[in-house]
């Protein structure tokens, strides 16, 4: 008979909660009731205002269902918890769940004069999140979590790629204050490779 999955409860809690900031992604994509549309031309020109927020609902979509995957398969490098790791997985969940607020705005005023402050929010949360990644690799590490020696290093370079995530997300924070537009395309493109990070994260 199988050993129970001392995390299961900690996996279930955690999946409910990404599920749940999935769902709030597409509340505010809306066309607005006071639109007059009384013609087909109308309707596309309705559906092209609303098209920065098809974009945030998108990329904030692939942000969270990616980190869900990461911290899917970094969950199979660990074979029990501690209450620091606990809290950790927490304050990650904090940032994922925050994700909706910062997607609407950025949605809402990306292509007016106002970007920047919707560009820097969304990236400082996205920077808060890298910090969730560091104290949940640095937690493993400390209470020794790991499944193995093999485990224990994968946890190790996944912490790394929390340090120049939180670096990247940083500059881009600071830098959307100028160029928002370009700041938030770059944001997206970044996601390949956490895309491509997580598709390689192996676990025995």
Excluded at 49 to 65: C, E, M, Q, T, Y
Excluded at 97 to 102: A, L, S
Excluded at 163 to 174: E, G, H, K, P, Q
């Amino acid at each position: 008979m199988p050993e129970p999955n001392p995390n299961a409860r900690l996996e279930a809690f955690c999946d409910g909660v990404f599920a749940i900031a999935l769902t709030l992604l597409i509340i505010d994509i809306k066309i607005s009731s006071t639109t007059e549309i009384s013609n087909t031309a109308e309707f596309w020109n309705a559906l092209k205002h609303i098209a920065p927020s098809i974009f945030s609902f998108v990329l904030s979509f692939a942000v969270i269902l990616i980190t869900w995957v990461n911290h899917h398969n970094g969950l199979k490098l660990v074979h029990k918890s501690s209450s620091s790791f606990i809290y950790a997985n927490g304050f990650l969940l904090l940032t994922v769940v925050f994700t909706p607020f910062p997607t609407a705005l950025l949605g809402e005023y990306l292509l007016t004069d106002h970007a920047a402050p919707a560009v820097v929010l969304y990236n400082a949360v996205l920077a808060f999140q890298s910090i969730g990644w560091i104290l949940i690799g640095s937690t493993a590490l400390k209470n020794q979590l790991g499944k193995s020696e093999y485990a224990m290093r994968e946890i190790q370079k996944n912490r790394k790629y929390g340090y120049f995530a939180f670096v990247l997300y940083t500059l881009c924070t600071i830098l959307a204050f100028w160029f928002p537009l370009a700041i938030a395309t770059f944001t997206a493109l970044t996601w390949i490779f956490w895309l491509v990070m997580g598709i390689n994260i192996k676990h025995e």
